[in-house]
Protein backbone atom coordinates (compact mmCIF):
# COMPACT_ATOMS: atom_id res chain seq x y z
CA UNK A 1 0.00 0.00 0.00
CA UNK A 2 1.43 3.22 -1.18
CA UNK A 3 1.97 6.38 1.06
CA UNK A 4 1.14 9.98 0.16
CA UNK A 5 3.94 12.50 0.60
CA UNK A 6 1.75 14.56 3.10
CA UNK A 7 0.49 11.65 5.36
CA UNK A 8 4.43 10.68 5.39
CA UNK A 9 4.97 14.14 6.61
CA UNK A 10 2.38 14.42 9.16
CA UNK A 11 3.92 10.95 10.45
CA UNK A 12 7.47 12.55 10.73
CA UNK A 13 6.08 15.82 12.07
CA UNK A 14 4.11 14.22 14.65
CA UNK A 15 7.28 11.83 15.73
CA UNK A 16 9.48 14.76 15.84
CA UNK A 17 6.75 16.54 17.93
CA UNK A 18 7.19 13.33 20.41
CA UNK A 19 10.91 14.08 20.39
CA UNK A 20 10.78 17.64 21.00
CA UNK A 21 8.05 17.07 24.03
CA UNK A 22 10.23 14.63 25.37
CA UNK A 23 13.07 16.35 25.45
CA UNK A 24 11.12 19.67 26.86
CA UNK A 25 9.64 18.02 30.07
CA UNK A 26 13.16 16.48 30.55
CA UNK A 27 14.43 19.61 31.11
CA UNK A 28 11.65 20.62 33.31
CA UNK A 29 9.46 22.30 31.24
CA UNK A 30 6.22 19.80 31.42
CA UNK A 31 4.44 23.26 32.19
CA UNK A 32 4.85 24.86 29.11
CA UNK A 33 3.98 21.43 27.04
CA UNK A 34 0.95 21.43 28.97
CA UNK A 35 -0.11 25.30 28.63
CA UNK A 36 0.84 25.20 24.94
CA UNK A 37 -1.47 21.82 24.18
CA UNK A 38 1.32 19.66 23.03
CA UNK A 39 0.53 17.23 25.87
CA UNK A 40 -3.36 16.86 24.14
CA UNK A 41 -2.02 16.84 20.57
CA UNK A 42 0.07 13.50 21.75
CA UNK A 43 -2.05 11.78 23.40
CA UNK A 44 -5.16 11.75 21.34
CA UNK A 45 -2.94 10.33 18.86
CA UNK A 46 -2.04 7.73 20.72
CA UNK A 47 2.04 8.83 22.47
CA UNK A 48 2.39 7.71 25.85
CA UNK A 49 3.94 10.42 27.82
CA UNK A 50 6.81 10.12 30.17
CA UNK A 51 7.34 13.11 32.95
CA UNK A 52 8.96 10.88 35.14
CA UNK A 53 11.91 13.07 34.62
CA UNK A 54 10.13 16.46 34.06
CA UNK A 55 11.10 17.83 37.99
CA UNK A 56 15.02 17.22 37.36
CA UNK A 57 16.04 20.58 36.46
CA UNK A 58 13.18 22.01 38.35
CA UNK A 59 15.55 24.25 40.45
CA UNK A 60 17.68 25.28 37.70
CA UNK A 61 16.49 28.85 36.07
CA UNK A 62 14.50 28.99 33.32
CA UNK A 63 16.71 30.79 30.65
CA UNK A 64 19.29 27.77 31.28
CA UNK A 65 16.43 25.25 31.10
CA UNK A 66 15.64 26.46 27.22
CA UNK A 67 19.21 26.76 26.35
CA UNK A 68 19.98 23.32 27.30
CA UNK A 69 16.77 21.68 25.88
CA UNK A 70 17.53 23.34 22.53
CA UNK A 71 21.21 22.58 22.36
CA UNK A 72 19.32 18.77 22.36
CA UNK A 73 16.99 19.61 20.20
CA UNK A 74 19.75 20.34 17.35
CA UNK A 75 20.06 22.53 14.57
CA UNK A 76 17.10 24.16 13.51
CA UNK A 77 16.44 25.00 18.04
CA UNK A 78 20.07 26.13 18.11
CA UNK A 79 19.63 28.13 15.33
CA UNK A 80 16.65 29.61 16.90
CA UNK A 81 18.52 30.29 19.96
CA UNK A 82 21.03 32.58 17.92
CA UNK A 83 18.98 34.49 16.57
CA UNK A 84 16.93 34.71 20.05
CA UNK A 85 20.58 36.16 20.96
CA UNK A 86 20.24 39.07 18.91
CA UNK A 87 17.01 39.99 20.39
CA UNK A 88 17.64 42.26 23.27
CA UNK A 89 14.57 44.28 22.44
CA UNK A 90 12.54 41.30 23.45
CA UNK A 91 14.24 39.71 25.88
CA UNK A 92 16.42 40.39 29.51
CA UNK A 93 19.91 40.28 29.74
CA UNK A 94 19.88 37.23 31.69
CA UNK A 95 17.95 35.53 28.57
CA UNK A 96 20.67 37.12 26.37
CA UNK A 97 23.32 35.56 28.04
CA UNK A 98 22.00 32.20 27.55
CA UNK A 99 21.25 32.42 24.09
CA UNK A 100 24.87 33.27 23.27
CA UNK A 101 26.03 30.45 24.99
CA UNK A 102 24.46 28.13 22.45
CA UNK A 103 26.21 26.34 20.24
CA UNK A 104 25.88 23.83 17.58
CA UNK A 105 28.89 21.25 18.20
CA UNK A 106 28.33 17.57 17.98
CA UNK A 107 29.97 14.67 16.96
CA UNK A 108 31.31 14.15 14.10
CA UNK A 109 30.12 11.46 11.29
CA UNK A 110 32.39 9.08 9.89
CA UNK A 111 33.39 9.80 7.19
CA UNK A 112 32.02 6.64 5.90
CA UNK A 113 28.64 7.56 6.13
CA UNK A 114 29.55 10.98 4.52
CA UNK A 115 31.36 9.13 1.33
CA UNK A 116 28.09 8.24 -0.94
CA UNK A 117 26.82 12.19 -0.65
CA UNK A 118 30.04 13.67 -0.83
CA UNK A 119 31.44 11.28 -4.21
CA UNK A 120 28.41 11.88 -5.60
CA UNK A 121 28.80 16.05 -5.68
CA UNK A 122 32.87 15.77 -6.08
CA UNK A 123 32.21 13.46 -8.83
CA UNK A 124 34.80 10.71 -7.28
CA UNK A 125 36.44 9.94 -4.00
CA UNK A 126 37.62 12.52 -2.02
CA UNK A 127 41.22 10.63 -2.20
CA UNK A 128 40.87 11.19 -5.67
CA UNK A 129 39.87 14.68 -5.82
CA UNK A 130 42.18 16.19 -3.57
CA UNK A 131 46.33 15.38 -3.16
CA UNK A 132 45.36 15.16 0.27
CA UNK A 133 41.77 14.58 1.87
CA UNK A 134 42.06 14.38 6.29
CA UNK A 135 39.64 12.13 6.98
CA UNK A 136 39.44 13.02 10.74
CA UNK A 137 36.91 16.35 10.79
CA UNK A 138 38.72 20.17 12.01
CA UNK A 139 35.58 20.91 13.49
CA UNK A 140 31.58 19.64 13.26
CA UNK A 141 28.51 20.88 13.75
CA UNK A 142 24.82 20.12 13.34
CA UNK A 143 24.51 21.21 10.03
CA UNK A 144 27.88 20.47 8.61
CA UNK A 145 31.32 19.21 9.55
CA UNK A 146 34.71 20.32 8.08
CA UNK A 147 37.90 18.59 6.96
CA UNK A 148 40.83 19.79 5.99
CA UNK A 149 42.35 18.88 2.40
CA UNK A 150 45.01 20.11 -0.41
CA UNK A 151 44.55 20.44 -4.14
CA UNK A 152 46.41 19.35 -6.78
CA UNK A 153 48.24 22.41 -7.07
CA UNK A 154 48.87 22.28 -3.56
CA UNK A 155 46.62 25.49 -2.12
CA UNK A 156 45.76 24.11 1.29
CA UNK A 157 41.71 24.13 1.62
CA UNK A 158 39.21 23.32 3.90
CA UNK A 159 36.00 20.71 2.77
CA UNK A 160 32.66 21.72 4.52
CA UNK A 161 30.38 19.04 4.10
CA UNK A 162 26.06 19.06 5.21
CA UNK A 163 25.18 15.97 7.29
CA UNK A 164 23.00 13.76 5.27
CA UNK A 165 19.16 13.85 6.83
CA UNK A 166 19.92 17.19 8.21
CA UNK A 167 17.29 19.19 6.02
CA UNK A 168 14.35 16.68 6.42
CA UNK A 169 15.51 17.54 10.10
CA UNK A 170 15.01 20.89 9.92
CA UNK A 171 11.75 21.01 7.50
CA UNK A 172 9.64 18.98 10.17
CA UNK A 173 10.90 21.31 12.67
CA UNK A 174 9.85 24.23 10.59
CA UNK A 175 6.66 23.19 10.14
CA UNK A 176 6.17 23.01 13.53
CA UNK A 177 7.32 25.78 15.08
CA UNK A 178 5.41 27.63 12.58
CA UNK A 179 1.85 25.59 13.87
CA UNK A 180 2.82 26.23 17.34
CA UNK A 181 3.75 29.85 16.37
CA UNK A 182 0.65 30.69 14.94
CA UNK A 183 -1.31 28.70 17.89
CA UNK A 184 0.87 30.65 20.50
CA UNK A 185 0.04 34.16 18.94
CA UNK A 186 -4.28 33.28 19.16
CA UNK A 187 -4.45 31.58 22.19
CA UNK A 188 -1.36 33.21 24.37
CA UNK A 189 -2.09 37.37 23.70
CA UNK A 190 0.66 37.87 26.14
CA UNK A 191 3.50 36.42 23.60
CA UNK A 192 2.03 39.11 20.54
CA UNK A 193 4.70 41.61 21.37
CA UNK A 194 7.59 39.06 20.58
CA UNK A 195 6.02 38.06 17.09
CA UNK A 196 5.96 34.14 17.13
CA UNK A 197 5.29 33.71 13.71
CA UNK A 198 7.67 36.41 12.20
CA UNK A 199 10.41 34.98 13.98
CA UNK A 200 9.76 31.73 12.59
CA UNK A 201 9.81 33.60 9.20
CA UNK A 202 12.81 34.97 9.97
CA UNK A 203 14.33 31.44 11.17
CA UNK A 204 13.21 29.94 8.40
CA UNK A 205 15.10 31.87 5.92
CA UNK A 206 18.35 31.77 8.04
CA UNK A 207 18.26 28.31 7.82
CA UNK A 208 17.88 27.74 4.15
CA UNK A 209 20.35 30.21 3.39
CA UNK A 210 22.92 28.36 5.81
CA UNK A 211 21.88 24.95 4.25
CA UNK A 212 22.55 26.10 1.08
CA UNK A 213 26.65 25.98 0.96
CA UNK A 214 27.15 27.25 -1.93
CA UNK A 215 25.29 30.55 -0.98
CA UNK A 216 27.57 30.86 1.12
CA UNK A 217 30.55 31.00 -1.00
CA UNK A 218 28.38 33.70 -2.91
CA UNK A 219 28.49 35.85 0.03
CA UNK A 220 31.54 35.10 0.62
CA UNK A 221 33.03 36.60 -3.14
CA UNK A 222 30.74 39.26 -2.24
CA UNK A 223 32.05 40.44 0.41
CA UNK A 224 35.57 39.81 -0.51
CA UNK A 225 34.53 41.90 -3.70
CA UNK A 226 33.36 45.17 -1.09
CA UNK A 227 37.01 44.58 1.04
CA UNK A 228 39.24 45.08 -1.64
CA UNK A 229 39.95 49.12 -0.33
CA UNK A 230 40.97 47.57 2.47
CA UNK A 231 43.73 44.76 1.28
CA UNK A 232 44.00 43.98 5.53
CA UNK A 233 40.95 41.83 5.28
CA UNK A 234 41.23 38.63 3.78
CA UNK A 235 38.75 36.53 2.95
CA UNK A 236 39.19 32.61 2.53
CA UNK A 237 38.75 32.05 -1.87
CA UNK A 238 36.45 29.80 -3.11
CA UNK A 239 37.42 26.49 -4.98
CA UNK A 240 33.97 26.92 -7.39
CA UNK A 241 35.39 23.48 -9.45
CA UNK A 242 34.20 21.56 -5.98
CA UNK A 243 31.61 23.89 -4.49
CA UNK A 244 27.98 22.09 -4.79
CA UNK A 245 24.73 22.91 -2.47
CA UNK A 246 25.59 19.87 -0.09
CA UNK A 247 29.85 20.78 -0.27
CA UNK A 248 32.21 23.96 -0.74
CA UNK A 249 35.68 24.33 -0.92
CA UNK A 250 37.76 27.53 0.57
CA UNK A 251 40.67 27.99 1.23
CA UNK A 252 42.44 27.53 4.49
CA UNK A 253 42.92 30.39 7.13
CA UNK A 254 46.12 30.00 9.00
CA UNK A 255 46.13 32.20 11.93
CA UNK A 256 45.02 32.94 15.36
CA UNK A 257 41.65 32.78 16.06
CA UNK A 258 39.54 35.07 18.10
CA UNK A 259 39.92 33.77 21.24
CA UNK A 260 43.46 32.79 21.14
CA UNK A 261 44.65 36.69 22.73
CA UNK A 262 47.36 35.37 24.64
CA UNK A 263 49.51 34.37 21.47
CA UNK A 264 48.87 38.07 19.63
CA UNK A 265 51.56 39.00 21.70
CA UNK A 266 53.81 36.25 20.98
CA UNK A 267 53.62 36.37 17.73
CA UNK A 268 54.58 39.89 17.76
CA UNK A 269 51.50 41.81 16.47
CA UNK A 270 50.08 45.24 17.33
CA UNK A 271 46.93 44.26 19.21
CA UNK A 272 45.92 48.06 19.39
CA UNK A 273 46.00 48.32 15.17
CA UNK A 274 44.30 45.03 15.29
CA UNK A 275 41.55 46.96 16.83
CA UNK A 276 41.30 49.73 14.82
CA UNK A 277 41.21 47.78 11.86
CA UNK A 278 38.40 45.50 12.38
CA UNK A 279 36.52 48.71 13.04
CA UNK A 280 37.24 50.15 9.90
CA UNK A 281 36.65 46.94 8.40
CA UNK A 282 33.04 46.72 10.62
CA UNK A 283 31.91 50.09 9.68
CA UNK A 284 32.12 49.46 6.44
CA UNK A 285 30.51 46.43 5.91
CA UNK A 286 27.42 47.84 7.73
CA UNK A 287 27.70 51.40 7.15
CA UNK A 288 29.06 51.80 3.32
CA UNK A 289 28.14 48.29 2.04
CA UNK A 290 25.05 47.41 3.58
CA UNK A 291 26.07 43.83 3.53
CA UNK A 292 27.92 42.46 6.74
CA UNK A 293 28.80 39.41 8.74
CA UNK A 294 26.17 38.70 10.75
CA UNK A 295 27.99 35.94 13.32
CA UNK A 296 31.48 37.71 14.05
CA UNK A 297 31.81 35.69 16.87
CA UNK A 298 35.73 34.87 18.08
CA UNK A 299 35.64 31.66 16.01
CA UNK A 300 35.09 33.31 13.10
CA UNK A 301 37.47 35.51 12.72
CA UNK A 302 41.32 34.99 12.63
CA UNK A 303 44.61 37.47 13.11
CA UNK A 304 47.11 37.33 10.64
CA UNK A 305 50.78 38.03 10.00
CA UNK A 306 51.00 41.82 9.21
CA UNK A 307 48.69 42.55 11.71
CA UNK A 308 45.88 41.22 9.08
CA UNK A 309 42.32 40.15 9.68
CA UNK A 310 40.68 37.01 8.06
CA UNK A 311 36.80 36.52 8.45
CA UNK A 312 35.30 33.29 7.80
CA UNK A 313 32.51 31.00 7.90
CA UNK A 314 29.30 33.11 5.88
CA UNK A 315 26.34 31.31 6.04
CA UNK A 316 24.75 34.25 8.09
CA UNK A 317 25.31 37.14 6.75
CA UNK A 318 22.96 40.68 6.86
CA UNK A 319 21.56 43.11 4.10
CA UNK A 320 20.53 47.02 4.82
CA UNK A 321 18.95 48.64 2.73
CA UNK A 322 19.62 52.35 1.61
CA UNK A 323 17.32 53.73 3.85
CA UNK A 324 17.69 51.40 6.61
CA UNK A 325 21.46 52.75 6.69
CA UNK A 326 20.80 56.08 6.10
CA UNK A 327 18.07 55.93 9.30
CA UNK A 328 20.95 53.82 10.97
CA UNK A 329 23.82 56.93 10.05
CA UNK A 330 21.14 59.36 12.00
CA UNK A 331 20.83 56.80 14.93
CA UNK A 332 24.58 56.34 15.38
CA UNK A 333 25.21 60.35 14.84
CA UNK A 334 22.42 61.17 17.25
CA UNK A 335 23.55 58.64 20.29
CA UNK A 336 27.49 60.31 19.36
CA UNK A 337 26.54 63.68 19.67
CA UNK A 338 23.57 63.28 22.39
CA UNK A 339 20.88 63.88 20.14
CA UNK A 340 17.34 62.82 21.64
CA UNK A 341 15.18 63.95 19.22
CA UNK A 342 17.13 62.51 16.41
CA UNK A 343 17.20 58.71 18.07
CA UNK A 344 13.49 59.02 18.93
CA UNK A 345 12.61 59.73 15.41
CA UNK A 346 14.68 56.84 13.99
CA UNK A 347 13.03 54.40 16.39
CA UNK A 348 9.41 55.33 15.79
CA UNK A 349 10.62 54.90 11.81
CA UNK A 350 11.50 51.29 13.14
CA UNK A 351 8.55 50.49 15.30
CA UNK A 352 6.27 52.16 13.24
CA UNK A 353 4.28 48.59 12.01
CA UNK A 354 4.09 47.77 15.97
CA UNK A 355 1.39 48.64 18.54
CA UNK A 356 0.80 51.96 19.05
CA UNK A 357 2.76 53.10 22.29
CA UNK A 358 2.83 56.89 24.19
CA UNK A 359 5.08 58.64 22.27
CA UNK A 360 5.22 61.41 24.97
CA UNK A 361 6.51 58.58 27.36
CA UNK A 362 8.91 56.77 24.96
CA UNK A 363 10.56 60.45 24.20
CA UNK A 364 11.08 61.07 27.89
CA UNK A 365 13.14 57.94 28.28
CA UNK A 366 15.16 58.23 25.67
CA UNK A 367 16.08 62.18 26.16
CA UNK A 368 16.61 60.79 29.89
CA UNK A 369 19.02 58.20 28.23
CA UNK A 370 20.47 60.54 25.66
CA UNK A 371 21.41 62.94 28.32
CA UNK A 372 23.10 60.83 31.22
CA UNK A 373 26.08 60.67 28.23
CA UNK A 374 25.87 64.76 28.09
CA UNK A 375 29.65 66.10 28.82
CA UNK A 376 31.08 62.40 28.65
CA UNK A 377 34.47 62.45 26.77
CA UNK A 378 34.00 60.94 23.31
CA UNK A 379 36.50 58.12 24.60
CA UNK A 380 34.31 57.11 27.69
CA UNK A 381 31.23 56.00 25.38
CA UNK A 382 30.55 52.35 24.36
CA UNK A 383 28.53 52.46 21.52
CA UNK A 384 27.15 49.06 21.70
CA UNK A 385 26.14 49.21 25.39
CA UNK A 386 24.18 52.54 24.39
CA UNK A 387 22.60 50.58 21.56
CA UNK A 388 21.84 47.67 23.91
CA UNK A 389 20.14 50.40 26.51
CA UNK A 390 18.01 51.30 23.52
CA UNK A 391 16.92 48.10 22.96
CA UNK A 392 16.29 47.45 26.54
CA UNK A 393 13.86 50.69 26.64
CA UNK A 394 12.19 49.42 23.62
CA UNK A 395 11.86 46.32 25.33
CA UNK A 396 10.18 47.76 28.19
CA UNK A 397 7.57 49.59 25.94
CA UNK A 398 7.01 46.35 24.38
CA UNK A 399 7.94 47.79 20.71
CA UNK A 400 10.38 44.97 18.83
CA UNK A 401 12.74 46.14 16.17
CA UNK A 402 12.69 44.82 12.25
CA UNK A 403 14.50 41.60 12.34
CA UNK A 404 17.24 43.25 10.00
CA UNK A 405 17.91 45.52 12.44
CA UNK A 406 18.00 43.46 15.19
CA UNK A 407 20.44 41.32 13.49
CA UNK A 408 23.07 44.30 13.02
CA UNK A 409 22.85 45.29 16.29
CA UNK A 410 23.57 42.02 17.49
CA UNK A 411 27.09 41.77 15.06
CA UNK A 412 27.61 45.45 15.88
CA UNK A 413 27.83 44.62 19.87
CA UNK A 414 29.96 41.78 19.18
CA UNK A 415 32.92 42.72 17.01
CA UNK A 416 33.12 45.89 19.34
CA UNK A 417 33.52 43.84 22.34
CA UNK A 418 36.02 41.64 20.11
CA UNK A 419 38.11 45.04 19.85
CA UNK A 420 37.85 45.98 23.72
CA UNK A 421 39.26 42.46 23.81
CA UNK A 422 41.86 43.40 21.56
CA UNK A 423 42.68 46.44 23.18
CA UNK A 424 40.99 47.63 26.30
CA UNK A 425 41.49 51.37 25.67
CA UNK A 426 39.46 50.75 22.55
CA UNK A 427 36.46 52.61 21.84
CA UNK A 428 34.27 52.03 18.91
CA UNK A 429 32.41 55.86 19.24
CA UNK A 430 35.74 57.50 18.19
CA UNK A 431 36.18 55.01 15.32
CA UNK A 432 32.92 55.38 14.06
CA UNK A 433 32.12 59.14 14.36
CA UNK A 434 34.64 60.13 11.35
CA UNK A 435 33.44 57.77 9.55
CA UNK A 436 30.14 58.31 10.27
CA UNK A 437 30.84 62.14 9.40
CA UNK A 438 32.33 61.15 5.91
CA UNK A 439 29.58 58.81 4.88
CA UNK A 440 26.63 61.61 5.78
CA UNK A 441 29.14 64.29 4.04
CA UNK A 442 29.16 62.26 0.88
CA UNK A 443 25.68 61.52 0.94
CA UNK A 444 25.34 65.19 0.35
CA UNK A 445 27.56 66.48 -2.12
CA UNK A 446 26.25 67.88 -5.10
CA UNK A 447 27.10 65.16 -6.95
CA UNK A 448 24.83 62.97 -5.17
CA UNK A 449 22.41 64.93 -4.61
CA UNK A 450 21.99 65.36 -8.20
CA UNK A 451 21.91 61.64 -8.44
CA UNK A 452 19.46 61.32 -6.05
CA UNK A 453 17.49 64.08 -7.67
CA UNK A 454 17.30 62.79 -11.52
CA UNK A 455 16.50 59.49 -9.82
CA UNK A 456 13.30 60.90 -8.24
CA UNK A 457 12.56 63.07 -11.24
CA UNK A 458 12.66 59.65 -13.16
CA UNK A 459 10.14 57.90 -10.92
CA UNK A 460 7.98 60.79 -10.93
CA UNK A 461 8.14 60.92 -14.89
CA UNK A 462 6.99 57.34 -15.04
CA UNK A 463 3.99 57.63 -12.18
CA UNK A 464 2.96 60.40 -14.32
CA UNK A 465 3.26 59.07 -17.70
CA UNK A 466 1.06 55.98 -15.76
CA UNK A 467 -1.58 58.32 -14.40
CA UNK A 468 -3.91 59.16 -17.38
CA UNK A 469 -3.91 54.81 -18.02
CA UNK A 470 -4.80 54.45 -13.90
CA UNK A 471 -7.69 57.33 -14.39
CA UNK A 472 -8.97 55.65 -17.47
CA UNK A 473 -8.98 51.88 -15.71
CA UNK A 474 -10.43 53.90 -12.57
CA UNK A 475 -13.73 55.75 -14.44
CA UNK A 476 -14.20 52.65 -16.95
CA UNK A 477 -14.66 49.97 -13.57
CA UNK A 478 -16.63 52.74 -12.11
CA UNK A 479 -19.10 53.17 -15.38
CA UNK A 480 -19.94 49.37 -15.20
CA UNK A 481 -20.13 49.34 -11.34
CA UNK A 482 -17.11 47.16 -10.53
CA UNK A 483 -15.33 50.10 -8.46
CA UNK A 484 -15.24 48.58 -5.12
CA UNK A 485 -13.91 50.56 -2.08
CA UNK A 486 -13.49 48.24 1.00
CA UNK A 487 -13.77 49.84 4.63
CA UNK A 488 -13.23 46.99 7.15
CA UNK A 489 -14.76 48.58 10.67
CA UNK A 490 -14.88 45.49 13.92
CA UNK A 491 -17.82 47.32 15.43
CA UNK A 492 -19.99 47.70 12.20
CA UNK A 493 -19.50 43.98 11.58
CA UNK A 494 -20.92 43.37 15.39
CA UNK A 495 -23.75 45.42 14.16
CA UNK A 496 -24.34 43.10 11.04
CA UNK A 497 -23.96 40.02 12.83
CA UNK A 498 -26.54 41.30 15.62
CA UNK A 499 -28.45 42.34 12.63
CA UNK A 500 -28.44 38.61 11.05
CA UNK A 501 -29.35 37.09 14.37
CA UNK A 502 -32.34 39.44 14.85
CA UNK A 503 -33.94 38.51 11.10
CA UNK A 504 -33.70 35.05 11.52
CA UNK A 505 -35.54 35.49 15.01
CA UNK A 506 -37.80 37.12 13.45
CA UNK A 507 -38.32 34.62 10.30
CA UNK A 508 -38.71 32.19 12.92
CA UNK A 509 -41.19 33.95 14.80
CA UNK A 510 -43.34 34.39 11.60
CA UNK A 511 -42.99 29.97 11.36
CA UNK A 512 -43.95 29.16 14.60
CA UNK A 513 -47.19 31.96 13.82
CA UNK A 514 -47.66 30.47 10.09
CA UNK A 515 -47.92 27.23 11.96
CA UNK A 516 -50.19 27.95 14.79
CA UNK A 517 -52.90 29.50 12.66
CA UNK A 518 -52.37 26.42 9.77
CA UNK A 519 -52.81 23.77 12.73
CA UNK A 520 -55.58 25.72 14.55
CA UNK A 521 -57.42 26.15 11.04
CA UNK A 522 -56.67 22.03 10.05
CA UNK A 523 -57.99 21.16 14.12
CA UNK A 524 -61.08 22.48 12.46
CA UNK A 525 -61.99 20.45 9.11
CA UNK A 526 -62.50 16.79 9.60
CA UNK A 527 -61.09 13.50 7.68
CA UNK A 528 -57.60 12.56 7.30
CA UNK A 529 -55.77 10.79 9.78
CA UNK A 530 -56.07 10.88 13.21
CA UNK A 531 -53.64 10.92 16.35
CA UNK A 532 -54.97 10.11 20.17
CA UNK A 533 -58.34 10.85 18.25
CA UNK A 534 -56.79 14.95 16.99
CA UNK A 535 -56.18 15.57 13.45
CA UNK A 536 -52.63 14.13 13.06
CA UNK A 537 -51.33 17.51 10.61
CA UNK A 538 -52.58 19.95 13.20
CA UNK A 539 -51.23 17.91 16.34
CA UNK A 540 -47.56 18.08 14.25
CA UNK A 541 -48.08 21.31 13.64
CA UNK A 542 -48.80 22.86 16.91
CA UNK A 543 -46.05 20.05 18.48
CA UNK A 544 -43.36 22.07 15.61
CA UNK A 545 -44.89 25.17 17.22
CA UNK A 546 -43.96 24.43 20.46
CA UNK A 547 -40.53 23.30 19.90
CA UNK A 548 -39.60 25.99 17.64
CA UNK A 549 -40.81 28.54 20.75
CA UNK A 550 -39.09 26.41 23.15
CA UNK A 551 -35.46 27.22 20.67
CA UNK A 552 -35.77 30.88 20.40
CA UNK A 553 -37.17 31.52 24.09
CA UNK A 554 -33.70 29.47 25.06
CA UNK A 555 -31.88 31.58 22.41
CA UNK A 556 -33.08 35.17 23.71
CA UNK A 557 -32.36 33.95 26.97
CA UNK A 558 -28.22 33.05 25.84
CA UNK A 559 -28.04 36.37 24.75
CA UNK A 560 -29.75 38.17 27.63
CA UNK A 561 -27.05 36.35 29.83
CA UNK A 562 -24.12 37.15 27.55
CA UNK A 563 -24.91 40.38 27.66
CA UNK A 564 -24.79 40.69 31.47
CA UNK A 565 -22.18 39.11 31.48
CA UNK A 566 -19.99 41.80 29.69
CA UNK A 567 -21.33 44.03 31.64
Known sequence: MSTSPAYGARRSSLGRLNEIVGVLARHGLSDMVRRWGLADTLEKAGHRLHWDHAADLARVPPPVQV???????????????????????????????????????????????????????LGGEPEEVFARFDTEPLAAASIAQVHRAQLKDGTEVIVKIRRPGVVEVIEADLRLLD?????????????????PRQLVRELSR?????????????????????????PFVVIPRVHWAHTRERVNVQDFVDGIAGHELARLTEQGLDRQLLARRGAQAVLKMIVEDGFFHADPHPGNVFYLPDNKLAFIDFGMVGRLSMRRREQLLHLLLGLVQRQPQTVVDVLLDWT?????????????????????????????????????????ILREHHLSLPADLALLIKAFITLEGLGRGLD?????????????????????????????????????????????????????????GRLNIGIEIQSLRRVGDQLDRAANRVSLSLIIAALIIGSSIVMTVGGGPTLMGLPAFGLLGFVGACVGALWLGRAIWRSNRHKDDEL
Open 179 to 195: HLAAMAEAELPALAPYR
Open 206 to 230: SLHRELNLAAECRSAERLATNMKVL
Open 67 to 121: RLAMEELGPTFVKLGQILAGRADLFGPEWIAEFEKLHSHVPALPLELLRPQLRED
Open 352 to 392: GDGPAVPVDKLEGDIEVFVDQYYGMPLAELSLGQMLLDVTT
Open 424 to 480: PDFHMAEEALPMLRKVVRARYQPKVLAKRALTSARRLLEVTEQLPHDLSRLLRNARH
